[in-house]
Nanobody, 121 residues
Framework: VQLQASGGGLVQAGDSLTLSCTNS????????MGWFRQAPGKEREFVAG???????YYSDSVKGRFTILRDNAKNTVYLQMNNLKSEDTAVYYC????????????????WGQGTQVTVSS
């Protein structure tokens, strides 16, 4: 399994951005995919997750603004981020596990390299 995250950048508050994470594995559809983020000096936190047949799960801080989607044909999971706020500034990581969506970073075995999102106010 190799996860490659992309799509980060510098945006202004209120803007939108979509992150992508592609898995090089062949059985992408069976895995749970999660997005986490880590701001400077803070713990890595759960943002969103999606199972093989589930709809998305979200942290309270992003619910209603972010949407997690997966395209199994492309082995890719997306994080659509709308109405971005300065507090969304962080390095965003995609992660993969088997089973069900978990909010715990310790439950995810595979991680992408991270992509920086910076929101200026």
């Amino acid at each position: 399994v190799q996860l490659q995250a992309s799509g980060g950048g510098l945006v202004q508050a209120g803007d939108s951005l979509t992150l992508s994470c592609t898995n090089s594995g062949r059985t992408f559809s069976v895995y749970v995919m999660g997005w986490f983020r880590q701001a400077p000096g803070k713990e890595r936190e759960f943002v969103a997750g999606i199972g093989s047949i589930d709809s998305g799960y979200y942290s309270d801080s992003v619910k209603g603004r972010f949407t997690i989607l997966r395209d199994n044909a492309k082995n890719t999971v997306y994080l659509q981020m709308n109405n971005l706020k300065s507090e969304d500034t962080a390095v965003y990581y995609c992660a993969l596990r088997t089973g069900s969506v978990s909010h715990s970073k310790y439950e995810y075995r595979y991680w992408g390299q991270g992509t920086q999102v910076t929101v200026s106010s």
